[in-house]
Structures are given as structure tokens and as C-alpha cells.
């Protein structure tokens, strides 16, 4: 609780009246009928697990798309509603885009162009005249927005991810007197990549309107400065990790982002997760002897075809394993509308029948694949209860999942996180079992390294991991960033 406090301190005396606004595609919390009823929900995703701790600190506002139809029900005039509904500390101004932008802007330019630039899965970019129109015209409209919420004073606006490149430029025209920072939630990729995308100088001009630009990890900081220098006329200071270009300075730094460990072991007690963890237990039929746990979005980055290869090739190679060993997959259906995720996802179902029809008997299944929406607290006890989470990034700019699931082995036995070294977390969290997804053998073998571990390593490792996360959380994330910022901005924040 260290880092929550530091962060309050900070905000009260350092930002006194300082506005703080942010800014992501992904809202902290919708609204959706529940039949007659408007009920809501925390969407899932890390995003949302990392910035929602920090507004309530702030009491700032968040600035965010609009998603359902219940959403446009619950808010006022200017389209706000209070958050989070049941304890209200900081304002949500929702934008709400037609059909056509949200299908340009999101799922066209977002989603097949930069998601799949920046990310090592070898998928294909479907460059769009149209979709860079609605993406530009989408980070104007969300600068509006945020400059509305910002007011006539002194603000700091915190801008989030790849689909708001554009915004940081966009603020700065309108007033340069703001502080802005963005965070870039995916890796960066190479300059050789980059370059294909028609696109590249506008994107990169967007982000360095930034006072600060971070990543996760000094390697994707590197590879921006690298492709700014193939890109534009700018000038790289590298002792201070910056870019000058048109006047202006931004600094490149690396910040991993975390979680807000002490929330998640509170919320493990809570009645909510215990109800689930029964629920849980009929579902499998009582717990079984090793139960293994992976959740993801549904997404061609995860790795979640290579993982169900290596689970095969686990049962396969360790039959004493069958009718004893579990695993289950949490999946949240994302951008079903892409092609690419059309066939990722018959290609999961084609695989799970596979094995389970391969291995599987009357009374036990070795694959269980949720493929919906998942509750928070259902989410917390699947990790509190599984012997093994599996993270298997084919690449990731950070991947909370596995801080989660460490923060949530609160038991005596505690499970062994299995980690692609592909993730941003592998840099952090030393003493999981760390594996190339691409390798089945190995992450078979790990499976049975997880497995068979002796109860002192398991307990040396998770206590290891625990502390690490501890000291660097999501409060220690924000302040980093925030101190940062006051430093680059000295006497406006």
C-alpha cells in the first residue's frame, strides 16, 4: 500500500490543481440490459486493470468510446456518468461513434493495420485509404472530448495505445500549454517493419506531440528512436533517450505496467469469489488432481494454438498424466468480425475437439474452453485455484495475466507461472518457467517441470515473484510516469 499513498501525496501536493484526464479507446466500466434491467461490468483486459486504480486516485476523468446501447441510457447531457457505479471517485465521459467510424477507425486501421504491425505473428496489414480517414477523424473527435473535460486550466492529459496515436499532436495544437504523456500499450516494432505502412511519418508526427512517450521495455523505446531516425528529420539525443523534431522535445522511456497486487489478494476473500470457486467446482466435476489455466483474448498474439499443440504433446509424451490432468481456457471472443480471428477461432475448436476426442473419456475431459465472457471474480478463482498458468505470447508488450495470477496463489501450495520469453513480463518475473511458444517440445517438458516441482521451489519462486510485483504496482507505475512528466514540465504541473 506504499506505492498507493506515494501516488495520493503526489497528486494532492505536487498536481494541486492540476485536471487529470485520460484517454483510451476501452472504457473502465459499461452498462448492458440485464432483460428489463441496466446492470454493469468491468470489461476485461489489461488496460482496464492498470488505469482504473489510478483515476480513483486522480478523481479525474476518463475519456473512452461508448459501446452498448444501456451505455447512452445511464448518461447525462454532456454524456457522463460517474464511476466506478458503486462507489463513485471519478467521471466517465463517453464518445459514441457511428457503424462506419467504429468499423474504420477500430476494426480497420487499429486492428489490421498497427495491431498486426506491431506485433511478430505474421499476419498481414489490410491498408485502407478509408479506414486512415475514420482513424484521423475518430483521434480528432476524442481530442475534443478530452479537451472538454480538461477545461481552461492547468491539465495533464494521459493519453493510452495504439489507436490514439494522432491525439497527443492533435492537443498540442490546441493548447500547448497542456502536459501530455501517452503510453503505448504493444510493443514497437523494427524501423524495417514499420516502414511498410503508408501511413508511418503522420503516426509518428501524432506521437511526438507527446511531452512523454512510454513503453513497456527499453527494447521497444529503442526501436522507436530508431525508426524515428529512418523516418524523420529529427534529432536524437540518446544520453536523455529523446527526440527533438519542429521544436519540440519527447522522451522515450520505458515503464512496465503492472497490477494493483494488494486489491487483488483483498478481492480474493470476498464472497463473490468464493461463490464462483463453488461454481467452478461443479463445472469440473470436483477438482482435479492438476488443473491448468490459461486467459487471454481470444487473439492470434496469444499463442493459443501453439499452447493447445504443446498440451497435446504434454499428454502424449506423459500418458500417466491422462484422466488426472485438466486444462482450462478462458477465452473472450475479440474482433470476431476480422477474418484472421474467424479462423483462429475454428482453428482453437478444431484443435480442442482433437485432443479431447484423442485423449478424453466418458467422465473426463483434458481441455474445457470457455469461449465468453468471464467475470472478474470468476477470473480471480480460476488463477487462486489452478496448480499452472499458462502465458504463451507469441508476442506482448507487457501481459498481466501472469502478475495476476501470482497475486492471486495466496494458498500454501501455490502454482508455477509458465511464461513465453516473448512477453514484456519475462523482463520482470525472473522466476517463472520461462519458454519460446513456438517450441512444443519445451513447453511440453515445462508442463511437466510445473507439475513435478518440488512444494519448497514452487513456495521459493511464487514468494520471489510476489515481492517483485509488490514493489513495482500499478501505483508505482503511475507515479513513475506522473514524476516523470512534472520533471519534463517543470512549473506547469
Same mark, same amino acid.
Given at each position: 500500500?506504499?506505492?498507493?499513498?506515494?501516488?495520493?501525496?503526489?497528486?494532492?501536493?505536487?498536481?494541486?490543481?492540476?485536471?487529470?484526464?485520460?484517454?483510451?479507446?476501452?472504457?473502465?466500466?459499461?452498462?448492458?440490459?440485464?432483460?428489463?434491467?441496466?446492470?454493469?461490468?468491468?470489461?476485461?483486459?489489461?488496460?482496464?486493470?492498470?488505469?482504473?486504480?489510478?483515476?480513483?486516485?486522480?478523481?479525474?476523468?476518463?475519456?473512452?468510446?461508448?459501446?452498448?446501447?444501456?451505455?447512452?441510457?445511464?448518461?447525462?447531457?454532456?454524456?457522463?456518468?460517474?464511476?466506478?457505479?458503486?462507489?463513485?471517485?471519478?467521471?466517465?465521459?463517453?464518445?459514441?461513434?457511428?457503424?462506419?467510424?467504429?468499423?474504420?477507425?477500430?476494426?480497420?486501421?487499429?486492428?489490421?493495420?498497427?495491431?498486426?504491425?506491431?506485433?511478430?505473428?505474421?499476419?498481414?496489414?489490410?491498408?485502407?485509404?478509408?479506414?486512415?480517414?475514420?482513424?484521423?477523424?475518430?483521434?480528432?473527435?476524442?481530442?475534443?472530448?478530452?479537451?472538454?473535460?480538461?477545461?481552461?486550466?492547468?491539465?495533464?492529459?494521459?493519453?493510452?495505445?495504439?489507436?490514439?496515436?494522432?491525439?497527443?499532436?492533435?492537443?498540442?495544437?490546441?493548447?500547448?500549454?497542456?502536459?501530455?504523456?501517452?503510453?503505448?500499450?504493444?510493443?514497437?516494432?523494427?524501423?524495417?517493419?514499420?516502414?511498410?505502412?503508408?501511413?508511418?511519418?503522420?503516426?509518428?508526427?501524432?506521437?511526438?506531440?507527446?511531452?512523454?512517450?512510454?513503453?513497456?521495455?527499453?527494447?521497444?523505446?529503442?526501436?522507436?528512436?530508431?525508426?524515428?531516425?529512418?523516418?524523420?528529420?529529427?534529432?536524437?539525443?540518446?544520453?536523455?533517450?529523446?527526440?527533438?523534431?519542429?521544436?519540440?522535445?519527447?522522451?522515450?522511456?520505458?515503464?512496465?505496467?503492472?497490477?494493483?497486487?494488494?486489491?487483488?489478494?483483498?478481492?480474493?476473500?470476498?464472497?463473490?469469489?468464493?461463490?464462483?470457486?463453488?461454481?467452478?467446482?461443479?463445472?469440473?466435476?470436483?477438482?482435479?488432481?492438476?488443473?491448468?489455466?490459461?486467459?487471454?483474448?481470444?487473439?492470434?498474439?496469444?499463442?493459443?494454438?501453439?499452447?493447445?499443440?504443446?498440451?497435446?504433446?504434454?499428454?502424449?509424451?506423459?500418458?500417466?498424466?491422462?484422466?488426472?490432468?485438466?486444462?482450462?481456457?478462458?477465452?473472450?471472443?475479440?474482433?470476431?468480425?476480422?477474418?484472421?480471428?474467424?479462423?483462429?477461432?475454428?482453428?482453437?475448436?478444431?484443435?480442442?475437439?482433437?485432443?479431447?476426442?484423442?485423449?478424453?473419456?466418458?467422465?473426463?475431459?483434458?481441455?474445457?474452453?470457455?469461449?465468453?465472457?468471464?467475470?472478474?471474480?470468476?477470473?480471480?478463482?480460476?488463477?487462486?485455484?489452478?496448480?499452472?498458468?499458462?502465458?504463451?505470447?507469441?508476442?506482448?508488450?507487457?501481459?498481466?495475466?501472469?502478475?495476476?495470477?501470482?497475486?492471486?496463489?495466496?494458498?500454501?501450495?501455490?502454482?508455477?507461472?509458465?511464461?513465453?520469453?516473448?512477453?514484456?513480463?519475462?523482463?520482470?518475473?525472473?522466476?517463472?518457467?520461462?519458454?519460446?511458444?513456438?517450441?512444443?517440445?519445451?513447453?511440453?517438458?515445462?508442463? &511437466?517441470? *510445473? /507439475?513435478? =516441482?518440488?512444494? @519448497?521451489? !514452487?513456495?521459493? +519462486?511464487?514468494?520471489? %515473484?510476489?515481492?517483485?510485483?509488490?514493489?513495482?504496482?500499478?501505483? &508505482?507505475? *503511475? /507515479?513513475? =510516469?506522473?514524476? @516523470?512528466? !512534472?520533471?519534463? +514540465?517543470?512549473?506547469? %504541473?
Amino acid at each position: 500500500m506504499l506505492h498507493r499513498a506515494a501516488l495520493q501525496d503526489f497528486v494532492k501536493t505536487k498536481m494541486r490543481a492540476t485536471r487529470v484526464v485520460v484517454v483510451s479507446n476501452r472504457q473502465p466500466y459499461m452498462h448492458v440490459y440485464d432483460g428489463d434491467r441496466v446492470i454493469w461490468r468491468r470489461p476485461a483486459g489489461g488496460l482496464v486493470v492498470a488505469l482504473d486504480p489510478v483515476l480513483r486516485v486522480a478523481k479525474g476523468s476518463w475519456v473512452a468510446t461508448g459501446q452498448t446501447p444501456a451505455d447512452r441510457i445511464v448518461v447525462d447531457a454532456e454524456s457522463r456518468v460517474r464511476v466506478p457505479p458503486e462507489d463513485p471517485q471519478y467521471t466517465l465521459r463517453r464518445v459514441f461513434l457511428s457503424k462506419e467510424q467504429e468499423e474504420g477507425y477500430y476494426h480497420g486501421f487499429g486492428n489490421e493495420v498497427l495491431w498486426p504491425l506491431c506485433h511478430t505473428a505474421f499476419v498481414r496489414p489490410a491498408f485502407r485509404a478509408s479506414d486512415w480517414q475514420h482513424y484521423q477523424a475518430v483521434n480528432q473527435i476524442m481530442s475534443d472530448a478530452a479537451l472538454k473535460e480538461a477545461g481552461q486550466g492547468r491539465a495533464f492529459i494521459w493519453t493510452q495505445d495504439f489507436h490514439l496515436a494522432l491525439l497527443p499532436r492533435f492537443l498540442k495544437q490546441a493548447r500547448p500549454d497542456l502536459s501530455v504523456a501517452h503510453f503505448w500499450h504493444t510493443p514497437w516494432p523494427t524501423p524495417e517493419v514499420f516502414r511498410i505502412c503508408p501511413w508511418r511519418r503522420e503516426l509518428l508526427e501524432g506521437m511526438l506531440g507527446s511531452d512523454l512517450l512510454g513503453f513497456h521495455i527499453r527494447y521497444h523505446c529503442d526501436n522507436f528512436l530508431a525508426t524515428v531516425a529512418n523516418e524523420l528529420e529529427a534529432k536524437i539525443i540518446a544520453e536523455q533517450s529523446a527526440v527533438q523534431y519542429r521544436g519540440r522535445t519527447t522522451v522515450v522511456k520505458p515503464f512496465p505496467i503492472s497490477i494493483d497486487y494488494h486489491r487483488i489478494v483483498q478481492d480474493l476473500e470476498s464472497s463473490e469469489v468464493e461463490e464462483e470457486t463453488r461454481r467452478i467446482d461443479r463445472l469440473l466435476g470436483g477438482r482435479p488432481e492438476f488443473l491448468a489455466v490459461g486467459v487471454d483474448r481470444i487473439d492470434y498474439t496469444k499463442g493459443l494454438v501453439e499452447r493447445l499443440h504443446a498440451i497435446d504433446r504434454f499428454l502424449e509424451r506423459y500418458p500417466h498424466y491422462v484422466g488426472r490432468f485438466v486444462y482450462l481456457g478462458i477465452g473472450a471472443p475479440s474482433r470476431i468480425h476480422i477474418p484472421a480471428y474467424k479462423e483462429l477461432r475454428g482453428d482453437i475448436a478444431q484443435r480442442v475437439e482433437e485432443i479431447n476426442w484423442k485423449y478424453g473419456t466418458e467422465r473426463w475431459q483434458p481441455v474445457i474452453l470457455l469461449d465468453h465472457q468471464v467475470s472478474y471474480p470468476r477470473v480471480l478463482a480460476y488463477l487462486a485455484m489452478a496448480d499452472v498458468c499458462l502465458v504463451t505470447a507469441l508476442h506482448d508488450g507487457m501481459n498481466l495475466v501472469g502478475k495476476e495470477f501470482i497475486a492471486a496463489q495466496q494458498g500454501e501450495k501455490p502454482g508455477v507461472l509458465i511464461l513465453s520469453r516473448f512477453t514484456g513480463a519475462a523482463r520482470e518475473l525472473a522466476e517463472a518457467l520461462p519458454i519460446n511458444p513456438y517450441d512444443i517440445e519445451g513447453t511440453a517438458e515445462a508442463i &511437466r517441470q *510445473a /507439475l513435478e =516441482m518440488p512444494q @519448497e521451489e !514452487r513456495g521459493r +519462486r511464487c514468494r520471489w %515473484l510476489q515481492e517483485q510485483i509488490q514493489d513495482h504496482d500499478i501505483y &508505482r507505475w *503511475a /507515479l513513475d =510516469m506522473l514524476n @516523470e512528466v !512534472r520533471r519534463i +514540465r517543470r512549473g506547469r %504541473l
